[in-house]
DNA sequence: ACAGGAACAGACCAATTGGTCTAAAAGAAA
DNA sequence: TTTCTTTTAGACCAATTGGTCTGTTCCTGT
């Protein structure tokens, strides 16, 4: 890893939690330099405008979602018991806590009508975040926890909902019980599967 | 009204959709100025600042919302009618394909961590819209519609999540079909309470 | 019709915006 | 260690930002 890769890596990682609580009409480059204590011809060597920074932002703040939501799913065996630990590590938000709340929300209401590129990349992370419930729920049927007549996609598209919607909801209220209400509601759900 | 009060109000209706799409820290006076074709000194007549009229954006965008659903249901007589009317307006989206998007997620998205008195009135649109489900769940519970042990409270809640969660994954999907397909589990759950 | 007040236009302002450019500093290769 | 390239600092820039202020225009009540 070059100076330079180091950097841009460190830039991305000060500005992420800033852009994605400010937004990134919001968050200006005097905010990027004040966290990152780096001078504006250090950030333009290493970025080509704000909007980059914006969109590598984006990336670096929903890989590192999944990462740390993969290294808490890892002791969990069997697809259901996974499933489980996905609400609840959602529940927890921990991340999302640290990060400035959710950025496929933040990022996603904001890009809509005025970012394609980033539109773009988070429309990819929530098709992705879909068909991995899709998959757990598969496997599922496949060990037999759950009726051979489960439609997968469809109920995923209906967790992954429900997840979303929570987390706007509690954000908002500034206040867990909803999204532990829903998670609930999952939960039983799940067990008629 | 006085002159005043009909140009603040223009003035809203101009600038709404605008902030709403572009979103309140995106959205410049410049921006207002051209939509409304009016000079700084009026609007800053009316107007204390800009994050005034940004509350007041959201404001109207949100009475707006609920004067037309309201007009949308009038016609529908018994509350599980009306619940049917009131999913099939929302999918529709023909005000929110006007206003440039949902403004509880606009708004919401933006506002959490930046706004505190627009976030506050977000929290209250929600709230209402909370309320207005469960009341008409509970006429249905009342009219032998929907089982005496329906809990009216959390279905509400779940529908409302349901809705919200799914309108934003359509947006950034560019694509009604998410939308439907959570609008028909809703219907179809619905028949089972 | 007119006087007085309300409403508006737009010049003006300081501060900030995103972005460039050059010179100095830091790293890497020899 | 020295050379040469990469990286960084920060002065600089034009454009834009939100906001003020004054003079003019438009209403409205008499």
């Known amino acids: 890893m070059s100076k330079a890769e180091r950097t841009r890596q460190f830039i991305i990682e000060k500005a992420a939690p800033i852009i994605n609580r400010k937004g990134m009409a919001g968050a200006s480059l005097s905010d990027i330099m ?104 598969r496997e599922g049927v496949e060990s037999g926890d759950y009726s051979p007549d489960l439609n997968c996609e469809t109920q995923a598209l209906k967790i992954y909902t429900l997840l979303e919607g929570a987390v706007i909801i509690s954000r908002i209220e500034n206040n867990r019980e909803q999204l532990e209400q829903i998670v609930n509601l999952i939960k039983a759900e799940i067990e008629t599967f």
Do not use: W
């Open 34 to 137: 004040e966290a990152t204590g780096l001078a504006k011809g250090c950030i333009y060597g290493n970025f080509e405008n704000k909007d980059e920074i914006c969109l590598e932002a984006f990336n670096y703040l929903s890989q590192s979602y999944v990462k740390s939501m993969m290294a808490h799913l890892q002791p969990f065996t069997g697809s259901k018991a996974k499933l489980i630990a996905y609400l609840d590590y959602t529940l927890a938000g921990k991340h999302r806590d640290e990060m400035g709340g959710c950025p496929v929300i933040n990022f996603g209401a904001e890009s809509d009508d005025t970012h394609p590129a980033v539109r773009e990349r988070v429309k990819q992370v929530i098709r992705s975040s879909r068909e991995f419930i899709t998959s757990l729920l």
